[in-house]
T-cell receptor
Framework: DAGITQSPRHKVTETGTPVTLRCHQT?????MYWYRQDPGHGLRLIHY???????DKGEVSDGYSVSRSKTEDFLLTLESATSSQTSVYFC?????????????FGPGTRLTVT | DQQVKQNSPSLSVQEGRISILNCDYT??????FLWYKKYPAEGPTFLIS?????DKNEDGRFTVFLNKSAKHLSLHIVPSQPGDSAVYFC????????????FGTGTRLKVLA
């Protein structure tokens, strides 16, 4: 258990509204990630962070922004939600310190954009 | 362009038999590979990994094989159990630098009792 929580766990929102998802970790890991999981696409990286205020884009970053103002929290914001952003969102951390570099995932947030 | 491919969306295996899940990659810079298991309504959980300096890694009933020349890895589960029924994702990383991972699309394994 890597001490990762996500909130909310479920959300339904309307097209055009802003949405913020929160990832919280309790073990001071430096690297944090946001993925989305969709049928037929597996897990796709949206954004990741390698430290406070240090973030970078993943493969599907359009329409998403992130912020990390403190080590334990990594926020994902959909500025203006669209139906194509209906998905399950997972936060993850990398347990640094050498191989085997595994990632630990949070329980996920199911987002529905109507 | 899918850099990590799992070409079998689903697989059914009898309990007690071997399950073989396959994964192919295209980027020769990848040097670290991981397998994750995912149950419905839960986050993926790490299963086993392999570095490119090895061609095999075992952990209990799970063994991962890596064929670098073919850019292919496989996960063997022996013996398969009903509790192994889940979606399995392979992931690849080029460990020099970014700590980013590219995931495959997943294979749904069903172990029949």
């Amino acid at each position: 258990d890597a001490g990762i929580t996500q909130s909310p766990r479920h959300k339904v929102t309307e097209t055009g509204t802003p949405v913020t998802l929160r990832c919280h970790q309790t073990e001071n890991h430096r690297y944090m990630y946001w993925y989305r999981q969709d049928p037929g696409h597996g897990l796709r990286l949206i954004h990741y962070s390698y430290g406070v205020k240090d973030t970078d884009k993943g493969e599907v970053s359009d329409g998403y922004s992130v912020s990390r103002s403190k080590t334990e929290d990594f926020l994902l914001t959909l500025e203006s939600a669209t139906s194509s952003q209906t998905s399950v969102y997972f936060c993850a951390i990398t347990a640094q310190g050498g191989p085997p570099y595994e990632q630990y995932f949070g329980p996920g947030t199911r987002l529905t954009v109507t | 362009d899918q850099q990590v491919k799992q070409n079998s969306p689903s697989l059914s295996v009898q309990e007690g038999r071997i399950s073989i899940l396959n994964c192919d990659y295209t980027n020769s810079m990848f040097d670290y590979f991981l397998w994750y298991k995912k149950y419905p309504a839960e986050g993926p959980t790490f299963l086993i990994s392999i570095s490119s300096i090895k061609d095999k890694n075992e952990d209990g009933r799970f063994t991962v094989f890596l064929n670098k020349s073919a850019k292919h890895l496989s996960l063997h589960i022996v013996p398969s159990q009903p509790g192994d029924s889940a979606v399995y994702f392979c992931a690849a990383s080029a460990t020099s630098g970014t700590y980013k991972y590219i995931f495959g699309t997943g294979t749904r394994l069903k172990v029949l009792a």
